[in-house]
């Protein structure tokens, strides 16, 4: 199957009380960091520094909407996951299957803003938010989903926690110590 990825920057980081793409760590944006760790996938940026929302704060669910895949599928990453690691992309095509979407679930939650979706999905995702419906979730509970544990993340040897995001200077902290990162 052939990948492409989209980065979303788009988030108003309203909690983190500044730009969560430009946060640092090892010199690098968060956004530069997870551009790199993506090198390998021809990658869109869906916000700020890359094709502007058509509606600014709508989410997630409306950026991705508008969205057309080009390959077999698309891996799906917020730019707010400090500890991303592009190896993620691997093990979520290899338990595809015949899932519409692969979506690790990290502390008994799903993280579908680092999840690989079938391009086919998207057409779904175009009628759910036609239908004037907002919540990204929406869209998982109508695919076909294979989702991937925190066990299965360790034994590819991935921090399990690779997938979360930080949306507070609180989270940001204890990701950076999960993952033994010292700034």
């Given at each position: 199957m052939k990948i492409e990825a989209v980065v979303l920057t788009?988030?108003?980081?309203r909690r983190m009380g500044v730009d969560k793409a430009g946060l640092r760590l090892g010199g690098k944006t968060l956004l530069q960091r997870t551009l790199n760790e993506l090198r390998d996938y021809p990658t869109?940026?869906?916000?700020?520094?890359?094709?502007?929302?058509?509606?600014?704060?709508?989410?997630?669910l409306a950026a991705l909407a508008a969205f057309l895949p080009q390959a077999d599928g698309v891996f799906v990453v917020a730019c707010d996951v400090p500890l991303f690691d592009g190896?993620?992309?691997?093990?979520?095509?290899?338990?595809?299957g015949a899932a519409e979407a692969v979506v690790p679930v990290v502390?008994?939650?799903?993280?579908?803003l680092c999840g690989l979706y079938r391009a086919s999905a998207f057409t779904r995702l175009?009628?759910?938010?036609?239908?004037?419906?907002?919540?990204?979730?929406?869209?998982?509970?109508?695919?076909?989903?294979?989702?991937?544990?925190?066990?299965?993340?360790?034994?590819?040897?991935?921090?399990?926690?690779?997938?979360?995001?930080a949306n507070t200077p609180e989270e940001w902290r204890e990701l950076l110590i999960a993952g033994g990162i010292v700034e």
């Open positions: 788009g988030g108003s980081s869109t940026i869906l916000g700020p520094g890359g094709v502007l929302d058509a509606d600014p704060g709508a989410g997630p190896r993620l992309v691997e093990l979520l095509l290899a338990q595809a502390k008994d939650r799903l993280q579908p175009q009628a759910i938010h036609a239908s004037g419906e907002r919540r990204l979730m929406s869209w998982l509970e109508a695919l076909n989903l294979r989702s991937v544990n925190e066990a299965e993340l360790a034994a590819a040897g991935l921090n399990p926690l690779c997938p979360l995001s």
